[in-house]
């Protein structure tokens, strides 16, 4: 057998060792799908005369026109049923359709056993709204006897056409490869047997028999002694098509020929045939790039031209240049054809990793898990390139800090933890197209967020993006939307426009309005809340300061009792499934962070004490997570957990002193900024935020590539506090961005106009309801620009002040600038609370 020098061989295989029967199918990812035998179609319609018994049910209108259904979505959850069709499934859905409404398609099912419909019991699909036909494929998981099928077409208004759809039965291969693993040149093979009946087969040279519905391994040692090469495994059964599968072989016991580069503790062995490399760190073996480049599985024969600062490796349609400056390796490729491209693999036990908008992994973590989505969405080794937020994949292990960065988004990103695509224990990261530009970092154990910030520091923040409309029309407009119908009622504002969402006198938007228009909104109770970022200064102009100070005492009187004595807040809900504890940063942060704003606001001692022992507690995390579960799992990363993070380190660096909690706020600062689009391809992209790399009830809408500006909001307000006392990066750049994005997703006029969309389709810049309130835009607008949006705090070592005013301290005094006329009360020291009637600059004593 000879080394890879020309065209990728395959390699022989050899059975040498075992084979033995395995009780139960492991649970390793399975990057090829098991191979489909035979496809019958079961059942046709077609709308030549009519609607074939097609009935709409809801928010939709169905009529056939030209030989098409043409379905009419009048709201945001359209959807009709089909004629009955009994089959024992499982099934697939072939239609033929174009669309100009939003979202995704969506089919649901009932059975004999199961009969109704729910999440469980559906499959989601995306489809495609340009207005051109094109042809779907849906796979339906569906076991027992069909009864009933739903087709949801979207999730807004607009029309959908489908000129036929089809019910067809695939038969699957009995036998199915289900995982491949190797160390070297050995590789362990598991043969799955989906069938009620034995199945032989020949492997390499040797015949085997897998047990009915069982599972069975076979070891190989794959022929040949060189560090990298190609291996195919050759599945033979009787009378049935053979299986077959690509792995590669990074041996790190084999010897070769190599060119060597050093920098540093950096040491680079290139293969002299450019099949792959080597990478040390002190002399130890951290990692693998290889191969260097590959094309339709095999790696092309390439020659080497060495220069002073490059390697080049030239080949038929390929060019590859390597170099290696500091701690940096760079790999440039351009092919006539697509290729893969470095592939990264960094070895040694997993510590964190990240693909940046799509994954964001702690210890032992694997990629693409169920934890956070148990659909076939959680399938993500190669996403969609619009649903990366930046170009960043990361690992870090016990061996090295292992990152590469690139400059086209829409090269397709590989990433696997541990390595399931060629079944070994380290882990793989890579980048396919025809032009690959890429960087890949290589520094000694370190967080991951060291990785995150040098990705951010070597490629800069991005420009700001144009802003919709200047400040004196934004609110303006948001002035509108929460003085009037349909968010404004007799009653108050509801959260969301909708009619569904009740009316309350929240303080928030009350308070909006004040600040906005300097009049208060009169009712005769107030309800804390109402939007994503508090704002309490209405109690303060309405004569209600001791009310406020009763419930944010009674708040955190509550918050007290809930916290264990290690300083921990533990969740006991439906949302732990599958989450290694019952705790998580963002679950712990949000009380962290309301006790540590009440000592702001009182400097009352014991929560003071409280929220000290949060913030040791919290010192354990390195994912956020956790901060969203009424609806998504305990375990899911999450923006708002980076954001209440922030802000609870920030408040207690200021109350303290302590620079660790500073630090501890600039690394959960930096844990947010993957969850910011950090380029443009549409109108409407930079700066908007992913919510979470999860989905609702680990099930749907999958929030990951979905924007939801709320979310967002509340981390650049953190990132405004932490702006004060950090210049790692511009965190007001990042804040404004956000801001402005936000803006820009506003919807711009009708009848939510001014409200804020829950989440927004990037592809189709789509704003999606419901429809909230626009008080947290107000409020970072005003910071960001300097101002006072809620209450103002001034401290001097031995008094503090509260007002509705920016409020400064001369010993025994405090200084207010205010606004003549106005009515007001300020509290000083936590206790006592004082009524001031405006004079412009007021001087009130304090004694």
Same mark, same amino acid.
């Given at each position: 057998?000879?080394?890879?020098?020309?065209?990728?061989?395959?390699?022989?295989?050899?059975?040498?060792?075992?084979?033995?029967?395995?009780?139960?199918?492991?649970?390793?990812?399975?990057?090829?799908?098991?191979?489909?035998?035979?496809?019958?179609?079961?059942? @046709?319609?077609?709308?030549?005369?009519?609607?074939?018994?097609?009935?709409?049910?809801?928010? +939709?209108?169905?009529?056939?026109?030209?030989?098409?259904?043409?379905?009419?979505?009048?709201?945001?959850?359209?959807?009709?049923?089909?004629?009955?069709?009994?089959?024992?499934?499982?099934?697939?859905? $072939?239609?033929?359709?174009? +669309?100009?409404?939003?979202?995704?398609?969506?089919?649901?099912?009932?059975?004999?056993?199961? %009969?109704?419909?729910?999440?469980?019991?559906?499959?989601?699909?995306?489809?495609?709204?340009?207005?051109?036909?094109?042809?779907?494929?849906?796979?339906?998981?569906?076991?027992?006897?069909?009864?009933?099928?739903?087709?949801?077409?979207?999730?807004?208004?607009?029309?959908?056409?489908?000129?036929?759809?089809?019910?067809?039965?695939?038969?699957?291969?009995?036998?199915?490869?289900?995982?491949?693993?190797?160390?070297?040149?050995?590789?362990?093979?598991?043969?799955?047997?989906?069938?009620?009946?034995?199945?032989?087969?020949?492997?390499?040279?040797?015949?085997?028999?897998?047990?009915?519905?069982?599972?069975?391994?076979?070891?190989?040692?794959?022929?040949?002694?060189?560090?990298?090469?190609?291996? @195919?495994?050759?599945?033979?059964?009787?009378?049935? %098509?053979?299986?077959?599968?690509?792995?590669?072989?990074?041996?790190?016991?084999?010897?070769?020929?190599?060119?060597?580069?050093?920098?540093?503790?950096?040491?680079?062995?290139?293969?002299?045939?450019?099949?792959?490399?080597?990478?040390?760190?002190?002399?130890?073996?951290?990692?693998?790039?290889?191969?260097?480049?590959?094309?339709?599985?095999?790696?092309?024969?390439?020659?080497?031209?060495?220069?002073?600062?490059?390697?080049?490796?030239?080949?038929?349609?390929?060019?590859?240049?390597?170099?290696?400056?500091?701690?940096?390796?760079?790999?440039?490729?351009?092919?006539?054809?697509?290729?893969?491209?470095?592939?990264?693999?960094?070895?040694?036990?997993?510590?964190?990793?990240?693909?940046?908008?799509?994954?964001?992994?702690?210890?032992?973590?694997?990629?693409?898990?169920?934890?956070?989505?148990?659909?076939?969405?959680?399938?993500?080794?190669?996403?969609?390139?619009?649903?990366?937020?930046?170009?960043?994949?990361?690992?870090?292990?016990?061996?090295?800090?292992?990152?590469?960065?690139?400059?086209?988004?829409?090269?397709?990103?590989?990433?696997?933890?541990?390595?399931?695509?060629?079944?070994?224990?380290?882990?793989?990261?890579?980048?396919?197209?025809?032009?690959?530009?890429?960087?890949?970092?290589?520094?000694?154990?370190?967080?991951?967020?060291?990785?995150?910030?040098?990705?951010?520091?070597? $490629?800069?923040?991005?420009?700001?993006?144009?802003?919709?409309?200047?400040?004196?029309?934004?609110?303006?407009?948001?002035?509108?939307?929460?003085?009037?119908? %349909?968010?404004?009622?007799?009653?108050?504002?509801?959260?969301?426009?909708?009619?569904?969402?009740?009316?309350?006198?929240?303080?928030?938007?009350?308070?909006?309005?004040?600040?906005?228009?300097?009049?208060?909104?009169?009712?005769?109770?107030?309800?804390?809340?109402?939007?994503?970022?508090?704002?309490?200064?209405?109690?303060?102009?309405?004569?209600?300061?001791?009310?406020?100070?009763?419930?944010?005492?009674?708040?955190?009187?509550?918050?007290?009792?809930?916290?264990?004595?290690?300083?921990?807040?533990?969740?006991?809900?439906?949302?732990?499934?599958?989450?290694? @504890?019952?705790?998580?940063?963002?679950? +712990?942060?949000?009380?962290?962070?309301?006790?540590?704003?009440?000592?702001?606001?009182?400097?009352?001692?014991?929560?003071?004490?409280?929220?000290?022992?949060?913030?040791?507690?919290?010192?354990?995390?390195?994912?956020?997570?956790?901060?969203?579960?009424?609806?998504?799992?305990?375990?899911?990363?999450?923006?708002?957990?980076?954001?209440?993070?922030?802000?609870?380190?920030?408040?207690?660096?200021?109350?303290?002193?302590?620079?660790?909690?500073?630090?501890?706020?600039?690394?959960?600062?930096?844990?947010?900024?993957?969850?910011?689009?950090?380029?443009?391809?549409?109108?409407?992209?930079?700066?908007?935020?992913?919510?979470?790399?999860?989905?609702?009830?680990?099930?749907?809408?999958?929030?990951?590539?979905?924007?939801?500006?709320?979310?967002?909001?509340?981390?650049?307000?953190?990132?405004?506090?932490?702006?004060?006392?950090?210049?790692?990066?511009?965190?007001?750049?990042?804040?404004?961005?956000?801001?402005?994005?936000?803006?820009?997703?506003?919807?711009?006029?009708?009848?939510?106009?001014?409200?804020?969309?829950?989440?927004?389709?990037?592809?189709?810049?789509?704003?999606?309801?419901?429809?909230?309130?626009?008080?947290?835009?107000?409020?970072?607008?005003?910071?960001?620009?300097?101002?006072?949006?809620?209450?103002?705090?001034?401290?001097?070592?031995?008094?503090?002040?509260?007002?509705?005013?920016?409020?400064?301290?001369?010993?025994?005094?405090?200084?207010?600038?205010?606004?003549?006329?106005?009515?007001?009360?300020?509290?000083?020291?936590?206790?006592?609370?004082?009524?001031?009637?405006?004079?412009?600059?007021?001087?009130?004593?304090?004694?």
């Amino acid at each position: 057998m000879q080394c890879l020098r020309a065209v990728a061989c395959f390699v022989t295989l050899c059975i040498i060792g075992y084979f033995c029967t395995v009780t139960s199918a492991q649970e390793d990812i399975n990057p090829v799908p098991r191979q489909v035998l035979e496809t019958k179609k079961l059942h @046709e319609w077609t709308f030549q005369t009519g609607t074939t018994g097609c009935r709409a049910l809801n928010d +939709c209108t169905v009529t056939a026109v030209n030989g098409v259904l043409k379905i009419q979505s009048t709201g945001n959850d359209p959807y009709l049923v089909m004629p009955q069709f009994r089959v024992e499934g499982p099934l697939s859905i $072939r239609l033929r359709a174009r +669309c100009t409404s939003g979202g995704d398609g969506q089919f649901f099912w009932t059975t004999t056993q199961s %009969p109704n419909m729910d999440e469980e019991r559906s499959r989601h699909f995306k489809l495609i709204h340009d207005c051109q036909w094109h042809d779907y494929i849906v796979s339906l998981d569906i076991t027992g006897m069909l009864v009933d099928l739903r087709f949801d077409p979207g999730s807004a208004p607009g029309v959908v056409e489908v000129e036929k759809m089809e019910l067809v039965q695939e038969i699957l291969h009995p036998l199915e490869i289900g995982s491949v693993h190797n160390d070297g040149h050995s590789i362990e093979l598991l043969l799955k047997n989906h069938s009620n009946q034995p199945v032989n087969a020949t492997v390499g040279s040797q015949k085997i028999t897998v047990a009915a519905s069982n599972a069975q391994k076979v070891l190989f040692q794959a022929a040949g002694k060189v560090p990298f090469e190609t291996a @195919e495994i050759v599945v033979q059964p009787e009378n049935l %098509p053979a299986l077959r599968r690509q792995v590669f072989i990074a041996d790190m016991a084999a010897g070769g020929e190599w060119v060597t580069r050093k920098s540093g503790q950096l040491t680079l062995h290139v293969a002299r045939d450019g099949t792959g490399a080597r990478v040390e760190l002190n002399g130890k073996l951290v990692a693998f790039i290889a191969p260097l480049v590959s094309r339709d599985g095999s790696v092309p024969g390439l020659k080497l031209k060495e220069t002073r600062s490059a390697l080049c490796f030239t080949g038929t349609g390929i060019k590859t240049v390597v170099k290696l400056h500091n701690d940096e390796i760079t790999v440039a490729i351009e092919s006539d054809v697509p290729c893969e491209g470095p592939v990264l693999r960094a070895l040694g036990p997993l510590e964190q990793g990240i693909l940046a908008g799509v994954e964001y992994l702690g210890k032992g973590e694997k990629s693409s898990s169920t934890l956070d989505i148990e659909t076939e969405e959680h399938i993500r080794f190669m996403p969609d390139p619009l649903k990366v937020t930046m170009p960043l994949m990361a690992f870090v292990t016990d061996r090295v800090c292992a990152a590469m960065t690139w400059n086209d988004m829409l090269l397709q990103p590989v990433y696997a933890t541990p390595n399931f695509l060629d079944g070994t224990e380290g882990h793989r990261a890579a980048l396919r197209g025809k032009k690959i530009e890429a960087t890949i970092l290589v520094r000694q154990p370190m967080r991951v967020e060291d990785a995150i910030l040098w990705v951010v520091k070597k $490629r800069g923040l991005p420009p700001l993006p144009k802003p919709p409309r200047d400040r004196k029309a934004q609110m303006e407009m948001c002035l509108k939307t929460l003085s009037s119908p %349909p968010l404004k009622t007799d009653a108050g504002w509801g959260h969301c426009a909708e009619p569904k969402w009740t009316r309350h006198p929240f303080a928030d938007m009350a308070s909006t309005v004040w600040r906005i228009s300097g009049q208060a909104p009169q009712f005769p109770k107030l309800v804390p809340g109402g939007a994503h970022i508090r704002n309490d200064t209405i109690y303060f102009v309405t004569g209600r300061a001791e009310e406020w100070l009763n419930l944010r005492t009674g708040e955190v009187k509550r918050i007290l009792t809930e916290q264990k004595p290690d300083g921990s807040f533990r969740y006991n809900g439906k949302y732990q499934r599958g989450h290694f @504890e019952d705790t998580a940063s963002g679950y +712990c942060a949000r009380p962290a962070m309301t006790l540590l704003e009440y000592v702001h606001f009182t400097g009352d001692a014991e929560a003071l004490a409280a929220g000290v022992k949060a913030l040791e507690f919290m010192k354990r995390f390195h994912t956020p997570r956790g901060a969203q579960t009424w609806e998504c799992p305990l375990h899911t990363p999450d923006i708002l957990g980076s954001a209440y993070l922030v802000n609870a380190y920030v408040r207690g660096y200021e109350l303290t002193g302590n620079r660790e909690y500073l630090d501890c706020a600039r690394r959960w600062a930096i844990s947010g900024l993957p969850f910011v689009y950090q380029w443009d391809r549409y109108p409407v992209m930079v700066y908007a935020t992913t919510p979470v790399l999860g989905a609702t009830a680990w099930r749907a809408p999958n929030w990951i590539g979905l924007p939801v500006q709320w979310c967002g909001h509340v981390y650049a307000y953190a990132l405004t506090m932490l702006a004060h006392h950090d210049g790692t990066i511009d965190w007001k750049h990042v804040a404004e961005g956000i801001q402005i994005s936000a803006e820009q997703q506003q919807q711009p006029d009708g009848e939510y106009a001014g409200c804020l969309p829950d989440s927004f389709t990037i592809a189709e810049q789509r704003r999606n309801g419901p429809f909230i309130n626009p008080s947290a835009l107000v409020n970072l607008r005003l910071v960001l620009d300097g101002e006072l949006d809620s209450l103002a705090v001034a401290m001097d070592g031995k008094r503090r002040v509260v007002a509705p005013f920016p409020v400064t301290i001369r010993g025994d005094t405090a200084v207010i600038r205010a606004k003549a006329g106005v009515s007001y009360q300020v509290l000083v020291d936590g206790k006592n609370i004082l009524d001031v009637q405006s004079k412009g600059k007021d001087i009130v004593q304090m004694k």
